[in-house]
Structure formats: C-alpha cells, structure tokens
Nanobody, 115 residues
Framework: QVQLVESGGGSVQAGGSLRLSCAAS????????MDWYRQAPGKQRELVAT???????NYSDSVKGRFTISMDNAKNTVYLEMDSLKPEDTAVYYC?????????WGQGTQVTVSS
C-alpha cells in the first residue's frame, strides 16, 4: 500500500504564498490521479486541484488562477503552489491518490491565512 506524507503547511498573512508537498512512498504518478483536497472547520472536504497521470490539471473555481498543482516523478512528490492566499483558504489540506478503485489519503497539513 502506498503511503502519502504532506508537508509545507503553516501560517501566512493574506496575499502570501505557501507550497505544499505530498511525498509518495513509491513511484505511482504514472498510473495514479493525484488530488489536493481541503477541509475547513465545520465544512465538508472539497476538491481543490487534480493532476492526472498524463499531466492534465484541473482546479476548483475558488482557487483557479491562484493555485498550481504539479508533480515531480523523480522525487515521487506532488506539489500545490498557493499564491494570493485568502483567509477563506484556511483549512487542513489533504493529498489523495486514486487508481483502479484504490484511494489513499495523507494525514493532512494545516494552512492558516490571517487577514
């Protein structure tokens, strides 16, 4: 079973930037679809960004133009570059890997944006 470990969360002021990392325990990106989700207190977990095994990307409307998802196959790592952060981006961010009915989650990393 592949394992995912997120890092890079923290506290930042509005307008700032953070880069989240999701490291996989083995090479999976050539088969798996990788997603970043987030969950704010009292809210449902929402899909933020996706990158497929072919490199196609997709973003939620709330982050489009501000967040960028990318992957480094050599490092088995997916990144989420977050720019122009807003207080409403405050949440726990989770990495998810999907392939052939298998779904694997990381432990999450907290992002807090202050106004």
């Amino acid at each position: 079973q592949v394992q995912l470990v997120e890092s890079g969360g923290g506290s930042v002021q509005a307008g700032g930037s953070l880069r989240l990392s999701c490291a996989a325990s083995r090479s999976i990106f050539r088969r798996y679809t990788m997603d970043w989700y987030r969950q704010a207190p009292g809210k449902q977990r929402e899909l933020v960004a996706t990158v497929t095994s072919s490199g196609s990307t997709n973003y939620s409307d709330s982050v489009k133009g501000r967040f960028t998802i990318s992957m480094d196959n050599a490092k088995n790592t997916v990144y989420l570059e977050m720019d122009s952060l807003k207080p409403e981006d405050t949440a726990v961010y989770y990495c998810n890997a999907k392939f052939a009915g298998v779904s694997v989650w990381g432990q999450g990393t907290q992002v807090t944006v202050s106004s």
